[in-house]
């Protein structure tokens, strides 16, 4: 079975995010990945160049685990400044549909005091049902 979203009836269309997921297989679970390579080197302090390379990140491990982005059910967003996520909410769109497609999983944003690496700006954990 797929994953497929749920949405509760009357309530008002879910915009880039779903309100629930069910799936059955195996679930994989995604440590908090954050905008540097695989290197552990930051490319850039951007705010959307570190929000795609920490989505590049999740993609890899569900990719490795035998997963596509269609398989995660779940992200949940840390962000160390809101003003700044809200800034860039169309870039924020752009570059999470360059990743991930048109997949929009359930998902919450928490604003957070800071992150343990310095430089990091996001970081995004995740759940993916695999077939």
Do not use: C
Not at 28 to 52: K, Y
Not at 65 to 72: E, L, M, P, R, W
């Amino acid at each position: 079975m797929p994953t497929v979203n749920v949405h509760p009836e009357g309530w008002k269309p879910a915009k880039g995010y779903a309100n629930g997921m069910i799936g059955e297989g195996r679930m994989l679970f995604v440590g908090g990945q954050i905008g540097w390579t695989a290197d552990q080197v930051f490319e850039t302090d951007d705010f959307i160049g570190q929000m795609s390379q920490a989505l590049e990140n999740i993609l890899a491990v569900v990719q490795e685990a035998g997963g596509t982005a269609s398989d995660i059910t779940r992200l949940t967003w840390y962000v160390t400044d809101k003003a700044e996520y809200l800034a860039h909410q169309r870039d924020v769109g752009s570059a999470y549909r360059a990743v991930m497609g048109y997949h929009f999983p359930a998902m919450t944003m928490v604003v957070v005091a800071g992150l343990v690496e310095d430089r990091a700006k996001i970081e995004i954990e995740a759940t993916a049902m695999l077939t």
